[in-house]
Each structure stands twice: as structure tokens, then as C-alpha cells.
């Protein structure tokens, strides 16, 4: 090949370059105006869909769903399709089944046997976050003063919708290393122009067991009742999970989950956030969203709690 017809490919390599860079910066700018022309469909949506979700959420929360026609909606045995009996191998099975089932689940939820040898059979509770420079746990033990049996919190947690707004707050206990108990009493309240507002009161009371316990994070899971005022007056099975990483003194990330079934719908939470920790108090920052009852809408949460 000789010098000029590598001069031509270079050239032709370059010009092919520049149409590709030209055509890349118009799909750039193509997307960039297509998501601009989204984002402005998508809260004018918002603003069109701008209702009462507070009040809707306590009408679906006190009555049971409707069909299509306007009736209760049953379901029928009849309508169910044929099921076949089963046979006996299926029968001398299920023992088999139950035992993976339970041996699987105590371990996830409890307790493997590898960790029952390892540090967090030893952590014991720090008295407050980051005491000593550690995160929730510690496995230092010398004197008494390194680590609790009991430990209290309160926090107060308030956000600032665009048209619903949520206080929350929280009270806990820590027993020993493993064991816990979560009170939360949030008010939800709704205020539109022209129209009354509207109130709701949430109550759940949650036994807290600390799966994960070491220095660095901190895992536990809850179950326990919720009830819902306002009229609804009902009861409810509550489930919780929540996490928090000790990332960098005196930071954390945290996060929360929270479910909750009542007679004809639920309420459901997930909040993520970052903590702020100066010896026995804390401040914070998250994002929240929230499901009552099919009606969702989020927020940032402002946060404010004691360690005692």
C-alpha cells in the first residue's frame, strides 16, 4: 500500500469520525429536548391529577373494594378452577418441605450456625451511636461503661409535601444486643384551597430483632400491630425492616420499611436517607414515599431525635 492511498483512509477515517461526533451531538440534543418536553407532560399531569388523595385514601381504608358494576366484590368457591387431591408421595414430602422451610427461614431471619461463633455473638449495644468512635456495636467489654443493656430514642421526623403533609413521631427501646420495641405515631393532614382539610392518624407499636450487629451496620426486623384512626377506627398486622450503615464518623446512611395490612387495604412506607450523629443527639435528612391505601405521593424529611 503505498503512502497516498493511506493519506486517502486517514482522511476518509476522520470525515467518517466528524459525521459520527455530528450525529451523536443531534440524538444528544434530540434527547435532551424529548425529556425536557417529559418532564413538563409529566407535571403538568400532576398538576391535572391534583386531587383529594388523603380523603380517597380513608374512603378505600374504611369500605371494601367495588367491582366493576358497583357491587362488593366476593369471590366464590365455585369459580375456583379443579384442583387435583394429592397423592401420597406429595403427603410424605411436605415434612421434608417444612424442615427446609424452617431450617432456611431460621437461619435468614435468626441466626446461621457459621455465625454463632463469630463477633456478633460477643457485640454488645454501644450507649449511644458512635460512642468511642464505634457505630451501634461494640466488642470491647472491659468496664461497664463500654457498652448497655438498655438504650432509649425519640426522634421526630416532619415533611413538607407540596399538598400533604406528615408528622411522625418515634419512640424506641433496645434490650441487650438483639431485642427491641418501635413506637410511631404519625399524623397525615391535607390542605387544599377551597376544600376542608383532611386528617389522618396512623399508630404502630412493632417487637424489633437485630439480625445483623456489628460496628459498621446495624439490620433489624419487626412485627407487631398498626391502628388507624380518623373514624376508620381499625386494626392491623405490621411489618418493618430497617438498616443503618456507619459509614465515616460521625455520618450514617439509613433506610426504612414499613407494611402494613388492614381489613380492606394497607400502607405502606420506604424512606433513604443520610444521619448526622454529635455524642447522644442526631439530625437528618431522607427521602420518603408513601402508599395509603393505593394514593402515593414523597417527600424530604427533616429529622431531629435523642439517645438517652
Known amino acids: 500500500m503505498t503512502n497516498s492511498t493511506i493519506v486517502l483512509v486517514i482522511c476518509h477515517l476522520s470525515f467518517v469520525t466528524c459525521h459520527l461526533s455530528l ?66 408421595d406429595d403427603i410424605s414430602f411436605l415434612p421434608m418441605l417444612f424442615d427446609l422451610t424452617f431450617v432456611l427461614g431460621y437461619n435468614l431471619l435468626v441466626e446461621s450456625s457459621y455465625e454463632r461463633y463469630g463477633r456478633m455473638q460477643t457485640a454488645e449495644l ?23 443493656l438498655f438504650r432509649a430514642a425519640v426522634s421526630n421526623e416532619l415533611s413538607l409535601g407540596s399538598h400533604i403533609f406528615q408528622n411522625n413521631l418515634q419512640g424506641k427501646i433496645r434490650m441487650g444486643s438483639r431485642f427491641g420495641a418501635t413506637l410511631s405515631y404519625r399524623h397525615f393532614w391535607e390542605k387544599q384551597r377551597g376544600v376542608p382539610a383532611e386528617h389522618l392518624d396512623f399508630v404502630s407499636l412493632t417487637a424489633q430483632y437485630y439480625r445483623i450487629r456489628t460496628q459498621r451496620m446495624s439490620l433489624s426486623w419487626g412485627l407487631g400491630a398498626g391502628y388507624i384512626g ?10 418493618t425492616q430497617d438498616a443503618e450503615v456507619f459509614v465515616y464518623r460521625p455520618f450514617s446512611l439509613a433506610y426504612q420499611l414499613q407494611y402494613t395490612a388492614f381489613t380492606y387495604s394497607d400502607i ?19 427521602y420518603q414515599y408513601n402508599n395509603l391505601a393505593g394514593k402515593s405521593f414523597s417527600a424530604m424529611i427533616l429529622c431531629v431525635g435523642v439517645t438517652f
Open 126 to 148: 454501644n450507649p449511644y451511636p458512635y460512642y468511642k468512635g464505634k457505630g451501634d456495636y461494640t466488642y470491647e467489654k472491659q468496664i461497664m461503661e463500654d457498652f448497655t
Open 23 to 88: 450525529v451523536t451531538c443531534h440524538l444528544s440534543l434530540s434527547l435532551v429536548i424529548i425529556m425536557k418536553h417529559f418532564l413538563l407532560i409529566f407535571l403538568f399531569y400532576s398538576a391535572v391529577n391534583y386531587g383529594q388523595d388523603l380523603k380517597e385514601a380513608k374512603d378505600r381504608l374504611s369500605s371494601p373494594p367495588e367491582s366493576t358494576s358497583g357491587t362488593k366484590a366476593y369471590h366464590s368457591s365455585s369459580d375456583e378452577s379443579y384442583q387435583a387431591r394429592p397423592t401420597w
Open 230 to 239: 380518623n373514624g376508620i377506627n381499625q386494626f392491623g398486622f405490621a411489618m
Open 268 to 286: 405502606f412506607s420506604f424512606a433513604v436517607g443520610a444521619n448526622y450523629y454529635r455524642q447522644q443527639y442526631q439530625g437528618g435528612i431522607k
